[in-house]
């Protein structure tokens, strides 16, 4: 049974995972996302070093494998993602001026989103900003630019792709108590507040054994910062049954939580592969973990 059906009939959007052309080429791994998910997200191919190594240069073959595999097979895209430190050309982390720094994002931004205009569901528009205190995280899209790269990046973002949902993305958003879930819950109160096209919160999930539990709480207080929210990562390191039951729960009970996207297929294909953290194993057989999402949707 998939568990992208067993959502959609409880009135969420979709089940999704992560994907590029190398995993889609191999094994069984394109079989079991059209028979098990409805949703993908480009696990490295939307990425500003993988469409804008070298400046002026995009390069979108393997983005575009992903979307035309979820065309074909009717799936939903999360995009990732436009704005984030991380997997990020150091021809733009060098960039120490305001105005050059400004066009440069927002041509990243129109460029991307502008190819896939209309095709994708929601946009991690920025990933990872904060810390873990809570404050914005040391990064030149911060340092050079301040709080207003938010802005900046949200409003050419809602221009580029009216149709699509506008995310902020980070992890470390498990427990309602953590100085980064307050802070990312205050913060996109204030932009929001502030006129800033914020539509959705996005908790990435990268859990650990024990975590499960924590979450509805957590993201009780996420979605009640946003229009929407979403389970955009999720993988479990030495999962309990009660972790799973615990994140699928986390969405289930908020209204405006929309999906759960989890970070990989298989096991050992996972980006921390450490605790067998999917719910696939080697013969991309369901795990017990599968039959336990499916009954906790
Ligand atoms: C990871 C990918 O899974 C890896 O293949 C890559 O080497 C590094 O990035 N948070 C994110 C994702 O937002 O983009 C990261 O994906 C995992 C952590």
Same mark, same amino acid.
């Given at each position: 049974?998939?568990?992208?059906?067993?959502?959609?009939?409880?009135?969420? @959007?979709?089940?999704?995972?992560?994907?590029?052309?190398?995993?889609?080429?191999?094994?069984?791994?394109?079989?079991?996302?059209?028979?098990?998910?409805?949703?993908?997200?480009?696990?490295?191919?939307?990425?500003?070093?993988?469409?804008?190594?070298?400046?002026?240069?995009?390069?979108?073959? @393997?983005?575009?494998? $992903?979307?035309?595999?979820?065309?074909?097979?009717?799936?939903?895209?999360?995009?990732?993602?436009?704005?984030?430190?991380?997997? $990020?050309?150091?021809?733009?982390?060098?960039?120490?001026?305001?105005?050059?720094?400004?066009?440069?994002?927002?041509?990243?931004?129109?460029?991307?989103?502008?190819?896939?205009?209309?095709?994708?569901?929601?946009?991690?528009?920025?990933?990872?900003?904060?810390?873990?205190?809570?404050?914005?995280?040391?990064?030149?899209?911060?340092?050079?630019?301040?709080?207003?790269?938010?802005?900046?990046?949200?409003?050419?973002?809602?221009?580029?792709?009216?149709?699509?949902?506008?995310?902020?993305?980070?992890?470390?958003?498990?427990?309602?108590?953590?100085?980064?879930? @307050?802070?990312?819950?205050?913060?996109?109160?204030?932009?929001?507040?502030?006129?800033?096209?914020?539509?959705?919160?996005?908790?990435?999930?990268?859990?650990?054994?024990?975590?499960?539990?924590?979450?509805?709480?957590?993201?009780?207080? $996420?979605?009640?910062?946003?229009?929407?929210?979403?389970?955009?990562?999720?993988?479990?390191?030495?999962?309990?049954?009660?972790?799973?039951?615990?994140?699928?729960?986390?969405?289930?009970? @908020?209204?405006?939580?929309?999906?759960?996207?989890?970070?990989?297929?298989?096991?050992?294909?996972?980006?921390?592969?450490?605790?067998?953290? $999917?719910?696939?194993?080697?013969?991309?057989?369901?795990?017990?973990?599968?039959?336990?999402?499916?009954?906790?949707?």
């Amino acid at each position: 049974e998939s568990i992208h059906a067993a959502i959609v009939a409880k009135g969420k @959007q979709y089940f999704g995972t992560c994907a590029d052309q190398g995993r889609l080429s191999q094994g069984q791994n394109a079989a079991v996302i059209k028979s098990a998910f409805g949703q993908v997200t480009g696990e490295n191919s939307m990425k500003w070093e993988s469409v804008q190594r070298t400046q002026g240069q995009f390069t979108f073959s @393997q983005a575009d494998y $992903l979307a035309n595999f979820a065309a074909e097979n009717n799936l939903l895209i999360r995009g990732h993602t436009t704005v984030w430190h991380s997997q $990020l050309p150091s021809w733009v982390s060098q960039i120490r001026d305001r105005q050059t720094l400004t066009n440069v994002m927002t041509t990243h931004i129109n460029t991307v989103m502008g190819r896939y205009k209309g095709k994708i569901l929601h946009w991690d528009v920025i990933n990872e900003m904060l810390e873990e205190n809570g404050g914005f995280r040391s990064s030149v899209f911060y340092n050079v630019l301040g709080e207003d790269f938010v802005r900046i990046a949200f409003e050419t973002a809602r221009a580029a792709d009216p149709d699509a949902k506008l995310y902020i993305n980070d992890y470390n958003l498990d427990q309602a108590s953590y100085a980064k879930t @307050q802070g990312m819950v205050r913060n996109v109160k204030k932009w929001i507040a502030a006129g800033i096209p914020i539509d959705g919160i996005g908790s990435q999930g990268h859990l650990t054994s024990g975590q499960g539990s924590n979450a509805p709480a957590a993201m009780a207080a $996420l979605c009640g910062a946003a229009p929407e929210c979403a389970l955009t990562e999720v993988d479990i390191q030495n999962a309990q049954a009660s972790d799973w039951q615990g994140i699928v729960r986390a969405c289930m009970q @908020q209204k405006n939580c929309v999906g759960i996207t989890v970070w990989g297929v298989r096991d050992q294909d996972s980006w921390r592969p450490q605790g067998n953290p $999917l719910l696939f194993d080697s013969n991309y057989r369901p795990k017990n973990h599968y039959t336990t999402v499916l009954q906790a949707i």
